[in-house]
Structure formats: structure tokens, C-alpha cells
């Protein structure tokens, strides 16, 4: 196992009717703020509602700032910059899924910054003060109510990149599993591929002697698994829908990290599919992670192997480590295939002429990935098994 520092200070407030606290959870930390939502569904189902009358009986001044989209463009983050700024605003509170909360923490971080605030998201700079950001969360997927990571697109280029810092985790998340039935399904199945997916890349290391960590990945990829199921035949399913909530901030919240390193190449194969062609990043990963696995399964077959016994049940058989690994990674893809996420880019309407540019793209920093080290060339070879 490795050195780890844990620190997940995020927080949680769950269960039903829990959005009605979230006024009084604001005014802890300012009587000013800036609702930050996306398209409207929070409208149409009634929570706006809530929210405003919650922040006006514990006297919170709010300034809105709405329109945030799927993949949040950096030209909606520089509004609410200007907007902080010039409105005093001391919280930022974001009502929505990972695209409102990662706009909200762009903005955040931005307030304290003269440059540019794409800076964070090439490296060029360093966060070093951020706005309290507090959430109520809709769509239980990318898990960045607790995370320290923030995904924004910039169009000018189809850039699709990542800030992580632990100044960005927001202070609380209120999480009612109810606000979630309104979700159509191909949002919740994304919502799922996103948490089996963050939960895979801690999953699949060459780190040895990681034994609890393995078995909380294992055990939570379990109950997305069955719980997929109920929701899917029930979205009113509470308890189906509570606990693949909770999964989704357990699967991002770094706990399931712990003296581990994890891979993220899929994770970063997928941004450029959703930087050039606005994927959603659920459908996208559904895609890229079967075909990562077929690439590189053979550089640790006993993880592999692991996975299908422990994750699908498949039979161990530890003469052929081989097969049992090829059986995990078919059952992953039939059970993406079962509850109807694509897995090929074709379903995504995406062909073979744009492969070299995201694979050169992707791997201008250097190469991808920790569990096998992935260059350019390797890339276009997964793309190509996608297709
Ligand atoms: O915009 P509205 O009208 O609210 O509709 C949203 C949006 O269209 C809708 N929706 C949300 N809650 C709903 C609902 N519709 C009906 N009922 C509800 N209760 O769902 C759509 C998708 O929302 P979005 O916020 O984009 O989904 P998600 O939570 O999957 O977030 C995806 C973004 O998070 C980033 C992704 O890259 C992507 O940009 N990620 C952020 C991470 C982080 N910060 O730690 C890690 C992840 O790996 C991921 O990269
Ligand atoms: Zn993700």
C-alpha cells in the first residue's frame, strides 16, 4: 500500500425533503449568493422553488446566473466571474448534476484570479483561493459534490480539461435520492457508466497489497450493478435510487483512492470525444473503458482476473487466468449494452476521421494512464477498438 493523505471535508446531507435545509446551511457562510443552474429542469420539477423560498427565510440575498450546459463552457464561467465580482458575492450555490458544480467551482476559483481563468485548466497556473462552493445535487454521476475536481470546455480549440484541487471540494451536498426520478434514462444509465467508471479507474492498479480498497471497489460496483436494475424497471424506486446516489459520491470522493494509484486514461480519452464532439461523458465512457480494458488487460492478469470473480462472478479458473479476465471485461460491456449505454463510438455517430487528432491531443502533455503507460500510437489503437 501506499503513503495517502485522506481528507474529504465535504458535508452530506441526505435523504428526503433534505433541500429544505438549504438556506440555513448557506447562511453559515454568507448572506450573499449566486444560484448558479443549468437548463431549466430544476424549474419544471419544482426545486427552484424551494430552494429560493429556503434562502429567503434565512434572509440570503441571491443573484442568479443561469444556463449552464452538459460539458460547461468556459464562456458562461467568465460571466459569473464578472458577476461575483461586481455583485459582492460571497458563496457560490449550485443546483444541478457535475456540469453546474464544476462551473460553479471554475467561477469560484476564478474571483481570486487577474489572469485568465483557463490558466487552472492547462496548468499554467495554480488555484491558491477559492469562494465557498455548497451544492444540491440532481443527478447522482460524476460525483463532484465532494470531489476536488472541476471539467470544463473551452471551445476555441474543442478542449475539454480538468482542474483538481482540494481548495475546490464544496462545503456541503444536499442529496434527496427523490429529486433524482425525475431523471429521463439515458441520464441515469450516463449517471451510472460515470460511477462505475470512477470507481474502475481506482480499481485497475499495479499498487499490491491494497485489500480493502479492493473489496470497497468491489462491493460498490456490486451495488450500482444491482441497484442499475430496480431503477431502471422503477425510477421511483427510493431506496434503489438512494443508493446509487450515495455511490456516486463514494465512488469520486477519493476514499476508494487510499493507497492506491489509479489509471484515468479512460477518463482522458473520453474529454476529447466530449471536448470535440459535446458526448456526454457517461455515453462516452461506456465506450472508450471496455476498449482500454481489451488493450491492456494483459499487463496485470490477476487484476483482471479479480474483477470478473469478484465484480461479475464469474468462475475462477486459475490455470487460465486469461479467459476469466476476457469474461469480466464481456460481462462489463453486456451489462452496459443490458441497460442500454452505447459501447461502440458508431452509437455516439462518431467515425475514424478525427482519431488521430484527439490521440494527439490527449497525449500532448505525455503519455496517459498509470496501470500501462498509453502514447499516441496506443491511443488510436483503443479508438480504433471502440469503433
Ligand atoms: O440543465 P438541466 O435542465 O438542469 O438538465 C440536466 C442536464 O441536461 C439534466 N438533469 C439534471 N438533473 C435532473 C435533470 N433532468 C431531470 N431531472 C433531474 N433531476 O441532466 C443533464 C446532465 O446534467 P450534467 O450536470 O451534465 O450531468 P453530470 O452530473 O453527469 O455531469 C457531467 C459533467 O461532469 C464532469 C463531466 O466531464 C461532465 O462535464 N465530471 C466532473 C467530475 C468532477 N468534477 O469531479 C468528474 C467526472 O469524471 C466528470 O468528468
Ligand atoms: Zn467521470
Redesign the pocket.
Known amino acids: 500500500m501506499e503513503n495517502f493523505v485522506f481528507q474529504s471535508p465535504t458535508k452530506i446531507i441526505f435523504g428526503k425533503g433534505v433541500e429544505t435545509e438549504v438556506g440555513q446551511e448557506v447562511k453559515k457562510y454568507a448572506n450573499r449568493v449566486l444560484l448558479h443552474?443549468?437548463?431549466?429542469?430544476?424549474k419544471?420539477?419544482g426545486?427552484y422553488q424551494k430552494v429560493i423560498k429556503s434562502l429567503k427565510d434565512a434572509h440570503v440575498d441571491v443573484v442568479e446566473l443561469s444556463g449552464?450546459?452538459?460539458?460547461?463552457r468556459l464562456s458562461l464561467v467568465k460571466q459569473g466571474i464578472k458577476i461575483c465580482k461586481e455583485q459582492d458575492i460571497e458563496f457560490i450555490l449550485a443546483v444541478?448534476?457535475?456540469?453546474?458544480?464544476?462551473s460553479a467551482?471554475a467561477i469560484s476559483a476564478g474571483v481570486f484570479y487577474d489572469g485568465d481563468v483557463w490558466d487552472f485548466y492547462t496548468g499554467k497556473s495554480q488555484v491558491t483561493q477559492a469562494l465557498p462552493v455548497g451544492v444540491v445535487l440532481?443527478?447522482?454521476?460524476?460525483?463532484?459534490e465532494a470531489?476536488?475536481?472541476?471539467?470544463i470546455?473551452n471551445q476555441d480549440g474543442g478542449y475539454?480539461r480538468?482542474v483538481n484541487c482540494d481548495l475546490l471540494r464544496p462545503k456541503f451536498a444536499i442529496m434527496n435520492p427523490e429529486?433524482?426520478?425525475?431523471?429521463?434514462k439515458h441520464?441515469t444509465i450516463?449517471?451510472i457508466s460515470?460511477i462505475m467508471?470512477?470507481i474502475m479507474e481506482r480499481y485497475f492498479t499495479n499498487v499490491e497489497s491494497v485489500d480493502l480498497t479492493d473489496k470497497l471497489c468491489e462491493a460498490t460496483l456490486r451495488a450500482v450493478i444491482n441497484n442499475a436494475q430496480s431503477v431502471l424497471k422503477n425510477p421511483r424506486d427510493y431506496n434503489a435510487r438512494a443508493e446509487i446516489m450515495w455511490a456516486s459520491t463514494i465512488a469520486?470522493n477519493d476514499l476508494l483512492s487510499t493507497g492506491r494509484v489509479g489509471d484515468w486514461a479512460s477518463?482522458a480519452m473520453?474529454?476529447e470525444l466530449?471536448g470535440i464532439y459535446d458526448v456526454?461523458?457517461?455515453a462516452g465512457l461506456s465506450v472508450v473503458f471496455p476498449a482500454w480494458m481489451k488493450y491492456v488487460y494483459r499487463n496485470n492478469l490477476n487484476r483482471f482476473a479479480q474483477f470478473a470473480v469478484k465484480v461479475w462472478g464469474v468462475e475462477p479458473d486459475f490455470n487460465d487466468l486469461e479467459k476469466v479476465s476476457l469474461m469480466g471485461i464481456k460481462r462489463t460491456e453486456e451489462f452496459f449494452d443490458k441497460i442500454g449505454l452505447p459501447t461502440r463510438l458508431k452509437d455516439l455517430g462518431i467515425g475514424e476521421d478525427r482519431l488521430e487528432e484527439m490521440a494527439e491531443k490527449c497525449t500532448q502533455a505525455g503519455p496517459i494512464g498509470n496501470f500501462k503507460k498509453l502514447y499516441k500510437q496506443d491511443v488510436i489503437n483503443i479508438y480504433k477498438l471502440a469503433l
Open positions: 443552474y443549468g437548463g431549466g429542469s430544476i419544471k420539477y426545486l449552464v450546459k452538459p460539458n460547461p444541478g448534476g457535475g456540469s453546474v458544480i464544476d467551482k440532481t443527478i447522482p454521476a460524476a460525483g463532484s470531489s476536488k475536481g472541476s471539467v470546455t475539454k480538468s429529486l433524482t426520478f425525475t431523471l429521463p441520464q450516463y449517471g460515470d467508471a470512477h469520486h477518463h473520453q474529454h466530449g456526454a461523458h457517461g
